[in-house]
């Protein structure tokens, strides 16, 4: 696993506006080495506000849409096109706006009659094994981004502490009575987002300065499952300074004065 680079903005302005400069330019990269690219987008509202920026950026039209699939990390397991759906979300704040191929974008189920969170695990779960052709890491495509944001409880993607979803070694799983509300989640198990080649999590806020220290000061991943977040080459915290407050002075280095 990566030792994680932290690097920390003035304010969740300049945050998001930085790491959809450094998404576009990941994704671009990406495309010009490999042809296509693959992101997992978080939801959440720094991640959400990322997506925004990078809709908004001059530099947009510099990604390939059409050659890349998008994927999500956790989905609250709500009905097509309920506004707290992550996809909902995403599609309004980037996916609606840029040329993306429709068959590339892989969202989890929604909540649907008698389909359970563990169903909807299981069907996302197949769509990703029948996506490995290419770059195989886990039962899952290789992701070259994946990103996260942090609760205040330090929960990543609906991975929260203490809860069972952190021991299940399956790909995708159910969650059942999330402290977050929505109750019912999907979402990618540790192991897969370990196996993305780059994990980004973007953090901003006072309220989350707790979980950021205890993530990175040596919390184990059950208690703060952020701590466990690591990808295969690189795991990258991006924070404003709110966020990063609590952490010991000389860790991070400041990149907006
Ligand atoms: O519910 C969720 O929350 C987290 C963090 O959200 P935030 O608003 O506190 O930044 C998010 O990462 C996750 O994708 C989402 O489902």
Request: hydrophobic share 45%; proline share 10%.
């Amino acid at each position: 696993m990566t030792t994680p680079t932290i690097v920390i903005h003035r304010d969740a302005d300049v945050l998001v506006q930085a790491v959809a400069a450094r998404l576009i330019t990941r994704l671009v990269d990406a495309q010009a080495t490999h042809g296509d690219a693959s992101v997992v987008l978080t939801g959440g509202t720094a991640g959400i506000a990322t997506l925004r920026a990078v809709a908004a950026s001059p530099a947009c039209s510099a990604v390939d849409w059409s050659a890349l699939s998008i994927w999500w990390g956790d989905e609250r397991f709500l009905p097509s096109g309920d506004p707290d759906r992550n996809e909902t979300q995403a599609r309004a704040a980037l996916l609606d706006h840029v040329p993306v191929d429709p068959a590339r974008v892989f969202a989890m189920p929604p909540a649907s009659g008698d389909l359970t969170p563990e169903d909807a695990a299981a069907a996302y779960a197949d769509v990703l094994a029948g996506q490995t052709e290419k770059r195989l890491h886990v039962g899952a495509p290789a992701f070259d981004v994946l990103l996260l944001g942090v609760g205040p409880d330090g929960h990543v993607a609906s991975l929260f502490p203490e809860h069972p979803a952190l021991h299940d070694d399956r790909p995708v799983v159910g969650v059942r009575g999330a402290p977050k509300p929505p109750p019912e989640r999907v979402s990618l198990s540790l192991p897969v987002i370990r196996s993305a080649d780059e994990v980004w999590l973007v953090v901003a806020g006072a309220d989350k300065a707790p979980a950021v220290r205890l993530a990175l000061g040596g919390s184990g991943p059950v208690q703060i499952p952020a701590a466990g977040a690591q990808g295969q080459r690189a795991t990258r915290w991006l924070l404003d300074r709110a966020a990063a407050a609590e952490l010991p002075p000389g860790l991070g280095r400041p990149a907006s004065p």
